[in-house]
C-alpha cells in the first residue's frame, strides 16, 4: 500500500499515546486469556485436526468429544482424540464415524505419549500443509489477476437462507461487479453453541455458516473468478458462541475474509465477556495462519450511540481491535478495521465531519485494510434521498482511501436486494469512483478549518476515553457501558459456563504449531 499524506496534521505523540494506552488495557486480558480455554476452543482444536461429521442426531462430532472429555478439556481435548486414533490405529475418517456412531474415547486406554505425539504432529503436518495450500493458491490467483483489482473493493452481501439460492444471488453479483461476496448468518446462529453439519437450505434472514456451505460458495466463486479473470473473495462471520470453530472452517475452505471483532460478540449479542476475548484470540490465531483479512465491528456502535457525540468510542476501539489482533500473531495488513458512514444527513457540515472521519482512520492506520460500512441508521424510504446518501458515501470511500467498501442499497434492510438494486448500487459506486479517481491527490484541508479541527477533538476525545478504559479496566468499562453504551455485567451474558482454566499440563498441538507459525511469544 503506498505511503499515506497527512493531510489533517494530527499528533503524532497523541497517536502514539493511543496505541500504547490500548496495550495497556490489552495486557491483563491476554493474561486472562493465556490461563483458560473454551469448550469451542477445544473443538476448533479438534475439527483442524480432522474431527468432522455429526450423528443420528446432528450433534456435531466435535461436541460429542469435548462432552465426552467433561471436566478433562480443561487439560486439552486433543489427547483423547489422538490417543484413540492411536489406540485403534484409525484414521480420522474412521474415528469420526466411530463417535458419531457412539464410540466414548474418553474409555480408550493411555497409548505410548511418544505415539501421540508423533500422530500429533503427522496431523498438524498436514493442517498446515492445507492452510498454505490455500494461501499460495490465493496469493497466485491475486498475482495473476492483479490488474483487475480496484479501491475500493466493492462489497455486497446475500443473504436467502438457501446456500443455493445463495449461489445464484453471488454468482450475479460478481458478475455486475462485486469484488467481495458476504455470505449473511441466519438470524441468531451467533447464540447457538454448535455449529451445524451439512449444507441448509432454510434460515431466517441469513443462510447457516456451515463448512460444507462454505464449501459450495468457495466452489462457485471460483468459478466465476476464472470467467472474469478476477479473484472474488468470500466473507463469513466468526463471530458468537462459536468464533474460533467457523474461523477453523473458514480456513480449512479458504475464505478470505471473516468478521471477527473483540468486543462484537459481547457488547450486541450478549455473550459472556471472558468467553468472547478467550475465543476472539484462538480464532485470530488461526484467521491470521491462513492469511484472512478479518473485519471489525466498531460500524454497530454508531448504531446505538450519535455518531457525532460518540465517534471517539469508534477510534478508541479501533486501537483496542488492532492490539488484540497483533496480540494473537496477526500483521497490520490483514487487520481490516471498522467503521461506518451513520451521521445525522440533517446535520449541518454532516458531510465534512463524515470525510473527517474517514480521513482520519485512513492516516492513523494507513497499512491496515479499512472497511467502510454505508448509511442504515438514518436511511430513508424516499429512494432518492436514499441513493443520494449512498452517492455520498462512495465519493468519501474512494477520496480517502478506503479499502473495503460494502455498499448501500435500497431495499437491503427489507428483503434479499432485487438483483437490479444490487446492480444499481455497484454501478453507483463503479461510477463515482471512477470520476473522482485522484481526488485525494488534489485535495488539502485548510489549517483551523472544520475537517482538521474536528479529526483533533475526535482524536483528543480518543485519548481520554482509552485513559479511562486503562484506570477502570476493560472488564469493568464494558460494565459501564462506555463502548456502544451498552452495559454488560463481569459474570453475565452466554457461554461462561462454556470457559475453563487450563488444566496442569494443558496440551494443545494446533495452539502450539500457531504460536511457532506466528512467532507468538507467551
Not at 450 to 479: H, P
Request: glycine residues 8%; positive net charge.
Amino acid at each position: 500500500m503506498p505511503a499515506i499524506k497527512s493531510k489533517l496534521g494530527l499528533s503524532k505523540p497523541k497517536i502514539a499515546g493511543a496505541r500504547a494506552l490500548a496495550a495497556k488495557i490489552a495486557a491483563p486480558v491476554q493474561k486472562y486469556i493465556e490461563r483458560h480455554t473454551t469448550v469451542t476452543v477445544e473443538r476448533a482444536t479438534l475439527r483442524l485436526l480432522g474431527a468432522d461429521g455429526a450423528d443420528k442426531d446432528g450433534v456435531p462430532v466435535p461436541n460429542i468429544v469435548v462432552s465426552q472429555c467433561g471436566a478433562a478439556a480443561a487439560g486439552g481435548a486433543a489427547r483423547a482424540y489422538i490417543n484413540a486414533l492411536v489406540k485403534r490405529s484409525s484414521t480420522v475418517e474412521q474415528l469420526n464415524e466411530e463417535i458419531a456412531a457412539g464410540l466414548d474415547i474418553t474409555k480408550i486406554p493411555a497409548a505410548d505419549e511418544r505415539q501421540v505425539k508423533a500422530r500429533a504432529a503427522d496431523l498438524v503436518e498436514r493442517l498446515d500443509a492445507r492452510l498454505s495450500g490455500n494461501v499460495r493458491f490465493r496469493r497466485e490467483r491475486l498475482a495473476e489477476w492483479k490488474a483487475a483489482e480496484k479501491s475500493p473493493l466493492i462489497y455486497v452481501i446475500v443473504a436467502t437462507g438457501n446456500i443455493y439460492e445463495d449461489v445464484k444471488q453471488a454468482r450475479a453479483a460478481a458478475l455486475q461487479g462485486a469484488d467481495i461476496i458476504a455470505v449473511i448468518r441466519t438470524t441468531a446462529q451467533s447464540l447457538l453453541d454448535y455449529v451445524p453439519y451439512g449444507a441448509t437450505t432454510e434460515g431466517f434472514g441469513g443462510t447457516y455458516a456451515t463448512q460444507e456451505n462454505f464449501r459450495i460458495m468457495r466452489k462457485a466463486l471460483d468459478e466465476v473468478a476464472a470467467q472474469e479473470k478476477r479473484y472474488i473473495r468470500l466473507v463469513n462471520y466468526c463471530s458468537g458462541l462459536c468464533m474460533p470453530e467457523i474461523a477453523a472452517m473458514g480456513a480449512l475452505e479458504r475464505l478470505d475474509m471473516m468478521l471477527n471483532d473483540s468486543m462484537y460478540g459481547i457488547l450486541f449479542r450478549d455473550i459472556n465477556m471472558y468467553r468472547t476475548f478467550t475465543d476472539q484470540h484462538f480464532s485470530r490465531m488461526i484467521n491470521a495462519a491462513a492469511d484472512i483479512t478479518i473485519n471489525t465491528g466498531e460500524d454497530n456502535y454508531l448504531t446505538t450511540s450519535d455518531a457525532i457525540e460518540k465517534a471517539h468510542t469508534v477510534l478508541a476501539s479501533q486501537f483496542i481491535n488492532e492490539r488484540f489482533a497483533a496480540n494473537a500473531g496477526m500483521p497490520e495488513r490483514l487487520m481490516g478495521l471498522g467503521h461506518a458512514f451513520e451521521m445525522d444527513p440533517s446535520t449541518r457540515n454532516g458531510f465534512l465531519y463524515e470525510y473527517a472521519q474517514a480521513q482520519m482512520a485512513r492516516e492513523i492506520f494507513p497499512a491496515h485494510p479499512l472497511k467502510y460500512m454505508p448509511p442504515t441508521k438514518f436511511m430513508t424510504g424516499d429512494i432518492f434521498k436514499g441513493y443520494a446518501m449512498n452517492t455520498m458515501f462512495n465519493f468519501v470511500s474512494k477520496a480517502t482511501g478506503q479499502s473495503i467498501e460494502l455498499l448501500g442499497m435500497l431495499t437491503e434492510a427489507i428483503h434479499t436486494p432485487y438483483l437490479q438494486d444490487r446492480y444499481l448500487a455497484i454501478a453507483n459506486a463503479r461510477y463515482v469512483h471512477e470520476n473522482v479517481a485522484d481526488f485525494a491527490s488534489e485535495i488539502e484541508f485548510r489549517r483551523g478549518g472544520i475537517v482538521r479541527r474536528r479529526a483533533a477533538q475526535v482524536l483528543d476525545e480518543t485519548v481520554a476515553m482509552l485513559r479511562e478504559v486503562e484506570r477502570a479496566g476493560i472488564f469493568d468499562a464494558i460494565a459501564r457501558g462506555l463502548f456502544a453504551e451498552v452495559k454488560r455485567p463481569r459474570d453475565g451474558g452466554k457461554g461462561l459456563d462454556g470457559v475453563m482454566e487450563k488444566a496442569p499440563g494443558y496440551w494443545n498441538p494446533v495452539e502450539d504449531h500457531l504460536r511457532r507459525k506466528l512467532k507468538i511469544r507467551r
